[in-house]
């Protein structure tokens, strides 16, 4: 049975950090496309961080730099290492996974089949 389940969210000051961690059960990294997602309410869920099943990645210009996207295929965990954080990254912050060996691109929330529960992350100026 495949289950995601985020963890790591908290409320920190701007310019700090944090490290969302995604603990992913019925899943094999090297068949998945698996990414982070954020969504604040009354706007649509997008696209953070994305690392495909070779390990390549790609980011949403507004977190470049700040943000990384790795994976522990061996223990099945997706993490976002966040820095520098802003008031505007803000957000519910999900990890999803689809069983595609598809290039590192921000796809559209709609193409990923697997999803965790969220974990919220607030910025305070």
């Known amino acids: 049975q495949v289950q995601l389940v985020e963890s790591g969210g908290r409320s920190v000051q701007a310019g700090g950090s944090l490290r969302l961690s995604c603990a992913a059960s019925?899943?094999?990294?090297?068949?998945?496309?698996v990414a982070w997602f954020r969504q604040i309410p009354g706007k649509e869920r997008e696209g953070v961080a994305t690392?495909?099943?070779?390990?390549?990645?790609v980011y949403e210009n507004s977190v470049k730099d700040r943000f990384t996207i790795s994976k522990d295929s061996a223990q099945n965990n997706l993490f976002l290492e966040m820095n520098n954080l802003r008031p505007e990254d803000t957000a519910m912050y999900y990890c999803?996974?689809?069983?595609?060996?598809?290039?590192?691109?921000?796809?559209?929330?709609?193409?990923?089949?697997?999803w965790g529960q969220g974990t919220q992350v607030t910025v305070s100026s």
């Open positions: 019925g899943y094999t990294f090297s068949n998945h496309c």
């Open positions: 690392i495909d099943h070779a390990g390549r990645t």
């Open positions: 999803a996974g689809v069983y595609r060996k598809w290039e590192a691109r921000l796809y559209p929330p709609a193409l990923f089949d697997d």
